[in-house]
T-cell receptor, first 115, second 116 residues
Framework: AQSVTQLDSQVPVFEEAPVELRCNYSSSVSVYLFWYVQYPNQGLQLLLKYLSGSTLVKGINGFEAEFNKSQTSFHLRKPSVHISDTAEYFC?????????????FGAGTRLFVKA | DAGVIQSPRHEVTEMGQEVTLRCKPI?????LFWYRQTMMRGLELLIY????????DSGMPEDRFSAKMPNASFSTLKIQPSEPRDSAVYFCASSFDRGSSYNEQFFGPGTRLTVL
């Protein structure tokens, strides 16, 4: 069965510093990869997605992620974070191996941006 | 489009009472998902529908939980009787099948349920 592992439950970082949130997935078949963001007291919203093609994917708010098939990773990065980026970030995967038409979500990484 | 709409946004009830959560998916979407989010267990898929038909309800915690989708624009999640451990944020999400199991989901704002 498909699974998604987010390697850090919490990531504290100072404003304007770079950040990387790590995500690994398990799959032997083609998958679609997503990062969702959840701001306090809100629902999840799509940050970026990988479908095919270029392995570097750009999303909203200056975030980008790199698909690495050999390492089955899809890490999220931002070169300079803002206080407003404080939120919970979920890595997710959908595809033929997720057990029906499901999206498998990771446990989430809580990003704290400090002034 | 207004996005996925959920009501109520907040619900406070007493143990033993019936609770009904409502969801209106995005028009044209043929999949609807119900999730529960808690600090302890994270985001859990409870049930999902395709074209108003329940496909997988393996995540429904017990018989006290039931979900229906009488038409393409409306779904309910009911808890009867409610218990304090049901306190959580319940999300509804919708998507449509673009082929090859590509499933980008659109989430509602959630209903925060507190059972006293």
């Amino acid at each position: 069965a498909q699974s998604v592992t987010q390697l850090d439950s919490q990531v504290p970082v100072f404003e304007e510093a770079p950040v990387e949130l790590r995500c690994n997935y398990s799959s032997s078949v083609s998958v679609y990869l997503f990062w969702y963001v959840q701001y306090p007291n809100q629902g999840l919203q799509l940050l970026l997605k990988y479908l095919s093609g270029s392995t570097l994917v750009k999303g909203i708010n200056g975030f980008e992620a790199e698909f690495n098939k050999s390492q089955t990773s899809f890490h999220l990065r931002k070169p300079s974070v803002h206080i407003s980026d404080t939120a919970e970030y979920f890595c997710a995967v959908s595809g033929a191996n997720t057990g029906g038409f499901k999206t498998i979500f990771g446990a989430g990484t809580r990003l704290f941006v400090k002034a | 489009d207004a996005g996925v709409i959920q009501s109520p946004r907040h619900e406070v009830t007493e143990m033993g009472q019936e609770v009904t959560l409502r969801c209106k998916p995005i028009s044209g979407h043929d999949y609807l998902f119900w999730y529960r989010q808690t600090m302890m267990r994270g985001l859990e898929l409870l049930i999902y529908f395709n074209n108003n038909v329940p496909i997988d309800d393996s995540g429904m915690p017990e018989d006290r939980f039931s979900a229906k989708m009488p038409n393409a624009s409306f779904s309910t999640l009911k808890i009867q009787p409610s218990e304090p451990r049901d306190s959580a944020v319940y999300f509804c999400a919708s998507s449509f099948d673009r082929g090859s199991s590509y499933n980008e989901q659109f989430f509602g704002p959630g209903t925060r349920l507190t059972v006293l």
